[in-house]
């Protein structure tokens, strides 16, 4: 129940394509799910994040479809591009204990070609 | 400038010692977290402190160590215990333990040989 599944494992996108990165969970009590790039030698950080009052948040070219009934959300990266390349990871926090810890998913390698 | 620093960036040791790994923030931080990241398994939480003097086990902890003797610092000893050390290691911190979004530093990555 604590997992938050990632898929794909990889992914390649022409230049100027759609991106799209899924993950799942089923803890009906998290509350927070944000969206993590890392880049090759360097630590994640924090893209974007949703919570489950809405159902999409949009930042740039980046935008999160959250299904709350399917216990759904997604990464979509509109005009992809070659700087886009890296690995993004899904994650969810949230429980009955505010300090309950974020569980990440097990991160998409994304390459786009130029 | 404000971040989080790790430190070395690479690190090798030899199999039977131990070796720790630095992590420190400027941030003023009460929270601060270890994770291990292995190819294709995502990022696996070691320890995690919520203020000085104090710290929990995560989900990996065999085989670790950590200390918060002061609230900039959380070092992390990797012992001879821990039969596959080999990996990427990340610090992160956050401003308590009850806020969602984690800083992360640039991470190490230790070799044993």
Redesign the interface.
Known sequence: QQQVKQSPQSLIVQKGGISIINCAYENTAFDYFPWYQQFPGKGPALLIAIRPDVSEKKEGRFTISFNKSAKQFSLHIMDSQPGDSATYFCAARGGRNRDDKIIFGKGTRLHILP | DGG?T?SPKYLFRKEGQNVTLSCEQNLNHDAMYWYRQDP????R?IY?S?IVNDFQK?DIAEGYSVSREKKESFPLTVTSAQKNPTAFY?C?SSIS??T????????T?LTVL
Do not use: E, K, V, W
């Open positions: 989080i790790q294709g398994q995502g990022l939480l995690y919520q995560g990340l992160a333990i009850n969602d979004t984690q800083y992360f530093g640039p991470g990555r």
